[in-house]
């Protein structure tokens, strides 16, 4: 693995609004026990949340644990003013938490040192960990929030927070595929601490996952730029930047990358533990 510079990009953020009532209601959106599409034409203004001890600020909320959907993480899509944001924006003192900024900057305090996060700008923050997030500029900034409960591990300390941007990270190619298919990793692969990755997974036209993954991470896909097919579970649906999937367990997953320009996301996955096991009597 080498580390290198993405050349710069524009990352898709939601645009919000509202479709005139002349507008067609036939869309991309499905959900099924397998999988679910939530195409960017659905994030409009009607759908957003408001959470508490956030100021100027709003949410689309693409996934939550819920039965027949995300049962690992949930996953928000931020907008904030200028001058909005949290000094308390975590509740469950179990979460951790991935942000990733797509539109204008963020500055996240941490131990009382601000960290200011421009567009691709990246932080880990532990479960526990007393931040606050705002935005002091002059524009609208827009990221995504993936939170998880942490799985402690006896004899495995909690993994520390960090802050870093999408240009310094390890980009690591898929082997065999001459660069057409590459992640951008956030965190070593071998490092037993952390129990999420959030990647970003780039293919370039014409790159493909040339067979149906089928595994036991659990996945959310939130299009940062291009277009491609994506094959889920039976079906091969058409996405776009702005565009969120999220995969169950095992659903079959694979990809065609037709162009004409590059295709990436965001990827959340869980990693590092055992599967848990019910509870039975004998």
Request: net charge negative; with cysteine.
């Amino acid at each position: 693995m080498s580390t290198h510079h993405l050349p710069p990009s524009t990352l898709y953020a939601p645009q919000g609004g509202l479709p005139p009532q002349t507008q067609i209601m036939t869309d991309r959106a499905v959900f099924t026990n397998a999988y679910a599409v939530i195409p960017k034409g659905v994030m409009q203004d009607i759908v957003t949340s408001n959470l508490p001890f956030w100021e100027r600020a709003r949410a689309w909320i693409i996934a939550r644990p819920l039965s027949g959907f995300a049962e690992t993480f949930s996953q928000y899509i931020m907008e904030l003013q200028p001058e909005g944001g949290s000094t308390k924006p975590e509740p469950d003192p179990c979460a951790q938490s991935v942000i990733f900024v797509v539109q204008g900057e963020v500055t996240v305090v941490l131990s009382k040192e601000p960290h200011i996060l421009p567009e691709g700008g990246y932080a880990y923050l532990p479960a526990g960990a007393k931040y606050e997030v705002h935005n002091n500029s002059q524009k609208p900034a827009v990221f995504h929030w993936v939170r998880k409960r942490y799985e402690a591990v006896e004899g495995i300390p909690a993994p520390d927070a960090f802050f870093t941007h999408q240009s310094d990270a390890v980009v690591a190619p898929m082997p065999d595929t001459n660069g057409a298919w590459a992640t951008t990793r956030f965190v070593d692969p071998h490092d037993m601490r952390h129990d999420m990755h959030v990647n970003i997974v780039t293919f370039e036209p014409g790159g493909c996952i040339p067979f149906a993954e089928t595994h036991v991470m659990e996945h959310g896909l939130y299009v940062l730029e291009g277009k491609a097919v994506y094959r889920l579970n039976n079906d091969w649906v058409e996405v776009e930047a702005g565009d969120f999937m999220w995969l169950r367990a095992f659903c079959p997953q694979a990809c065609y990358a037709g162009g004409p320009s590059r295709f990436r996301y965001l990827l959340y996955k869980d990693v590092n533990r055992h599967a848990q096991l019910g509870s039975f009597q004998r």
